[in-house]
């Protein structure tokens, strides 16, 4: 008899969090395409605008346990909803800030800035915990890789219609284009964002095979004072050595991608001397090579998988060898032409893309019970490098003039992920919680690796 192939409808919520992913991203870039016109119509310095880069990383760190918190009690789609439309309002809001003074256009920014990075940071854990109930072990590489490719798809998208669109019709609009954008995906998400019991169109066939695979069903929230005290829990996830590798990991690469997201068109711009728009057209091949290695990355983990290799090799191989491609980002510096900066800079994101694989880990690793509020431990520690970088960068080039130290800065963030990876995350196991029958009692959380 033969074998009833399962639908594919989990494929369908996969694109819907592509979609959401590439908008949240285009909006937190927003202010990197509008940056250097910004910048000569408030006059305001290098060092101002890195602060105000880093406005988003400050608000988006300090939402993220709380972000992966909500989305454990209270359901991955009613709060993904809520932060997507908040985002998306802050963002257009952001394109009327030009009509103020000087000092309270600067101000107003900033508040703004914190806003969409508060209300955004939600969306990472909560991708996390959807694909983790979707998926089976065995896609989820892949799965995880398409949707954080959504950030250089966000790039290859809309880097050059925003570059249009501030050298025609000025700097405010890219706001008004992005905040709307979200605002109508909004109903979009509405409509077609089930957990996969709730799901209309969900056959028997697929279920069974997320299911048996090792997907994390459950969407739905979690009963108030099921599941002990997150204070128990958050202690209990930064012992784990797995993890702290982990997390390291995330921050020294997402201090690529923050350099990426906020200064690297200002980079085109002041160092290579590009137009606005030409900086837009050019920001778009390493935003594609950084798509295709995030994608050929998860799909190449996955087939390790298959192949029978641990999963510890699966996982760690692709994110090696990304970081130390993502490396040659320094190679910039010697580079005289553009088309060089341009080829070096798209090497690296590949390199960048295809290494970046730490929320399939954690999905992997998390204790099934707190996978949003490990992911929003893990996307904390990460984004902390949204605050540092834009400040570090902006002083860097305002104190020597260039951007050489910046790139050399960059480029030791990818060897140090290297090195965490190889050091310090250990064996790839998923954390498992042996709890009391009564969490009230105040008995101690137990913890033992699932192999």
């Known amino acids: 008899m033969q074998a009833v192939k399962p639908g594919r409808v989990r494929f369908s919520i996969l694109l819907m969090l592509f979609l959401v992913t590439t908008v949240t991203f285009a909006d937190r870039s927003s202010l990197s395409i509008a940056g250097a016109a910004l910048q000569a119509d408030l006059g305001i310095d ?27 009690r209270f359901g991955a789609k009613r709060v993904y909803l809520i932060t997507l439309f908040c985002w998306s309002l802050f963002t257009l809001m952001q394109g009327f800030v030009g009509a103020l003074p000087l000092a309270w256009a600067v101000v107003s920014l900033f508040v703004l800035r914190l806003a969409v990075g508060f209300a955004g940071a939600p969306c990472f854990p909560g991708n996390a915990r959807i ?41 405010q609009y890219v706001f008004f284009v992005l905040g709307g954008l979200g605002l109508l995906l909004c109903g979009v998400w509405l409509k077609v964002m089930h957990g996969p019991r709730e799901h209309p169109r969900l056959g028997e066939a697929e279920f069974a095979y997320i299911e048996n695979g090792g997907a994390l069903l ?29 997390y390291l990991g995330q921050y020294c690469n997402n201090a690529i991608t923050y350099f990426f997201l906020t200064w690297f068109p200002v980079y085109l711009v002041q160092a290579r001397g590009m137009t606005i728009l030409s900086a837009g057209f050019a920001a778009s091949l390493p935003a594609i090579s950084g798509f295709v290695g995030g994608v050929l990355g998860g799909l190449v983990s996955d087939a390790l998988l298959r192949r029978g290799c641990s999963l510890t090799l699966a996982r760690k191989l692709p994110i090696v060898v990304g970081m130390l491609l993502a490396s040659s980002i320094v190679l910039c510096i010697y580079a005289d032409s553009d088309a060089a900066v341009i080829g070096l800079m798209a090497l690296a994101f590949f390199g960048k893309g295809f290494g970046s694989l730490g929320w399939t880990l954690v999905a992997d690793t998390s204790p099934r019970q707190i996978v949003g509020l490990s992911g929003g431990l893990f996307n904390t520690f990460g984004n902390l490098a949204a605050i540092t970088t834009p400040i570090v960068v902006g002083y860097l080039v305002s104190l020597t003039g260039s951007f050489d130290a910046a790139l050399l800065y960059v480029g030791a963030n990818a060897l140090l992920a290297v090195i965490s990876y190889l050091v310090i995350v250990g064996r790839i196991n998923r954390i498992e919680l042996d709890e009391p029958p009564d969490p009230a009692a105040g008995s101690t959380v137990a913890v033992s690796s699932a192999k």
């Open 131 to 171: 694909i983790a109930a979707w998926f089976p072990t065995r896609e989820r590489g892949t799965a995880t890789a398409m949707s954080a490719s959504a950030q250089y798809a966000a790039t290859a998208v809309f880097a050059p219609l925003m570059g249009w669109v501030v050298q025609d019709m000025g700097w």
């Open 46 to 72: 290098a060092v101002l605008l890195g602060y105000i880069f880093s406005a988003f990383g400050w608000a988006y760190v300090i939402g993220q346990i709380p972000g992966g918190w909500l989305f454990d």
């Open 218 to 246: 459950d969407m739905a929230p979690r009963p108030a004072g099921a599941g002990g005290s997150q204070w128990r829990y958050l202690k209990l996830l930064l012992t784990q050595r797995t993890l702290i590798g982990l």
